[in-house]
């Protein structure tokens, strides 16, 4: 056989692989509470490394190893920060935001939360929340869409639109009928491959250029000959702090901010069994993202050298992980790390399916009074997800720039808008619904306005002011507004008192 049969062979075993595991998910599910949330039972090893899937994407293969091998250990600052920020996550909101959800009238989804924490009886914050996920992640699972039918076309040189919609479809698949569940399963099995190639790849590479040390000579000598070439771009890639202003490491590191806010990644912790979870799934989650990162910090380093040695250069650095495995590794094993990088891309889409089908079902739809059988309800969770599925894939038919670049700030835009509000909602009786409200479009419009302004987003990265705005905005006017509720004060009692003693709550 060819190098490409045995690569499209190890891919077709992936996608039949993450079929199966959609379809055993299908019949763990019978109502919308197990479609839209796996009927909180997620173990905290399922909840970890789903959420550390579904967040980190492709990026983390392709992004992070090409930086890193262009212009080194500087550029880690972002992962730095994204791990802090995951940390952070699981410490301190994944306890409460999980006790106080159940205590909270059993709330399934981040704006249902919202209005059942703050009694908003408009539905306003509910409708508006719901709105928010629904057109940003509309565009960011479009996206998704159109890097697998990238990867197609410039790995197996097949059309766009064949790669586009194979990737789609599969996706969709799984995630259709086996809901949320079936895309937490499918995350797990994603991220362990992704794990595993991160390992392996920078590994036998280090191998190949003959030890680490050997690595650490060739970078030395790499950047000794780009340093003589061109006396004006001095480089340094061993130096984390080299080039690099304060302000431009604190713009990398404030990524970490992003995590507080992002609904695909906190609905995990909405879904463990019990508070109590949140400690072991910080210690798996936290434990994946460190040896991920590393691995994908060594693969750049190690790809340097091995090509610098070989007096090579590459056009792209983002394909250095790619082409070590397709050089290191037997065509079946490549095909593999290849199915890796859509495991990445795949885990992503499939987790912002399942939020935006429950935007618009638990959301938009029931925020109106609808009520019907449970059996009904799953249907329409299914019809959402084809729905966003479908209109991604328009979005994807044309992949110009527009929708690139509202991913490159929908991050942002969810950590500025909902960031502040889960942690003043979690931590503090006192924010309101109309602060909550004004806090959230105040969020939302100052990154959209900052991340637009070349100037401005050129010296800090726009989810610093957004989420800094969202918080005095939400403060000050919860404080105009507030009045004493003796509902809010018994649940955020009872909360506080669950993850002291996090059996209470299951």
């Not at 490394?49 to 600052?77: F, R, T």
């Not at 006396?231 to 690099?244: A, Q």
């Not at 931590?427 to 401005?456: E, N």
């Not at 989420?467 to 509902?487: E, G, K, M, Y």
Request: proline share 3%; with cysteine; aromatic share 12%.
């Amino acid at each position: 056989m060819t190098d490409s049969t045995y690569q499209i062979l190890a891919i077709g075993l992936y996608f039949a692989a993450m079929i199966a595991i959609g379809y055993y998910a299908y019949r763990q599910t019978s109502d919308l509470d197990d479609y839209m949330l796996g009927g909180r039972r997620l173990h905290p090893g399922v909840a970890a490394l789903s959420a550390g899937a579904s967040d980190m994407s492709g990026w983390l293969l392709l992004g992070v190893p090409g930086a890193i091998y262009a212009a080194g250990l500087g550029e880690s600052w972002i992962v730095i920060g994204l791990v802090v920020g995951a940390y952070l996550n699981w410490r301190f909101i994944a306890p409460r935001l999980r006790a106080y959800t159940y205590i909270a009238n059993n709330s399934i989804t981040v704006p249902s939360f919202f209005e059942n924490r703050l009694r908003d009886h408009s539905h306003v914050l509910r409708i508006a929340a719901g709105v928010i996920i629904l057109v940003f992640f509309t565009f960011y699972v479009s996206s998704g869409m159109v890097a697998g039918g990238v990867f197609f076309e410039t790995t197996f040189g097949s059309s766009y639109l064949f790669g586009m919609l194979l990737v789609a479809g599969i996706t969709l698949s799984y995630t259709l009928f086996g809901g949320f569940l079936g895309a937490t399963l499918t995350d797990v099995a994603q991220g362990l491959l992704m794990l595993a190639t991160l390992i392996a790849v920078p590994v036998v590479t280090i191998i190949a250029v003959g030890g680490p040390g050997e690595v650490v000579n060739a970078i030395q000598a790499a950047d000794t000959a780009h340093n003589l070439a061109d006396p004006g771009d001095e480089i340094h890639r061993t130096s984390l702090f080299y080039g690099g202003s304060v302000m431009a490491v604190l713009s990398a590191a404030a990524w970490g901010l992003g995590y507080f806010g992002q609904p695909h990644i906190i609905v995990r912790f909405m879904a463990l069994r019990s508070p109590a979870d949140a400690k072991a799934g910080r210690r798996i989650g936290i434990s994946w993202m460190v040896l991920s990162s590393l691995g994908a910090i060594a693969t750049g380093f190690a790809g340097l050298a091995y090509f610098f040695n070989r007096g090579e250069t590459l056009d792209n650095p983002e394909t250095v992980f790619l082409a070590l495995a397709q050089i290191m590794f037997h065509p079946f094993i490549a095909g593999i790390v290849l199915a890796a990088v859509l495991a990445a891309v795949m885990s992503t889409i499939s987790s912002q399916l399942i939020v935006c089908s429950s935007a618009l079902v638990e959301d938009i739809y029931r925020a109106f009074g609808k009520q019907t059988s449970a059996t009904r309800l799953v249907n329409y969770g299914r019809l959402g997800v084809l729905t966003v599925a479908v209109v991604a894939i328009v979005l994807a038919l044309n992949p110009d720039g527009t929708i690139l670049d509202l991913v490159g700030f929908a991050w942002a835009g969810f950590g500025a808008a909902f960031g502040p509000l889960i942690i003043l909602s979690l931590f503090w009786r006192r924010l309101t619904s109309a602060g909550a409200i004004a806090g959230m479009i105040t969020g939302a419009v100052v990154v959209g306005i900052w991340g637009q302004t070349d100037a401005l987003a050129s010296a800090m990265y726009e989810i610093v002011p957004g989420f800094i705005a969202c918080a005095v905005v939400a403060v000050v006017v919860s404080l105009v507004t507030t009045r004493q509720n003796d509902d809010i004060e018994r649940e955020f009692t009872e909360m506080d008192a669950a993850v002291r003693e996090p059996a209470a709550v299951s």
